[in-house]
């Protein structure tokens, strides 16, 4: 059974910065594409981030282009999402996606395993 283990969430100070990381047990991880959601209290998950199982194709919600990058190393079985610029909206519980194929997707139906998340909290 696959495992995605979260880790990076933290409290930092608006403008600041984090990078998250999220590793996957279990064989194929470069077969797969990854994504990054989030959920605040009492609202829906929302996509952050996909990159396809290669590389090649990355999206990002537009709210996050120009400050958050993802990245994965397939060597590592392991996908980051860096943060720039934190605002504190983007206060949130992360969560990181197995894609059920290779292509980067936006949608949570599009995503067949998931981490259990970590916090991420934004002070003014």
């Known amino acids: 059974q696959v495992q995605l283990i979260e880790s990076g969430g933290d409290l930092v100070q608006a403008g600041g910065s984090l990078r998250l990381s999220c590793t996957a047990s279990g064989s194929f991880f470069s077969s797969y594409a990854m994504g990054w959601f989030r959920q605040a209290p009492g609202r829906e998950r929302e996509f952050v981030a996909t990159i396809s199982n290669g590389g090649g194709r990355i999206y990002y919600a537009d709210s996050v282009k120009g400050r958050f990058t993802i990245s994965r190393d397939n060597g590592k079985n392991t996908v980051y999402l860096q943060m720039n610029s934190l605002k504190p909206e983007e206060t949130a519980t992360y969560y990181c996606?197995?894609?059920?194929?290779?292509?980067?997707?936006?949608?949570?139906?599009?995503?067949?395993?998931w981490g259990q998340g970590t916090q991420v909290t934004v002070s003014t």
């Open positions: 996606a197995r894609g059920r194929g290779g292509l980067a997707a936006t949608a949570t139906g599009a995503y067949d395993v």
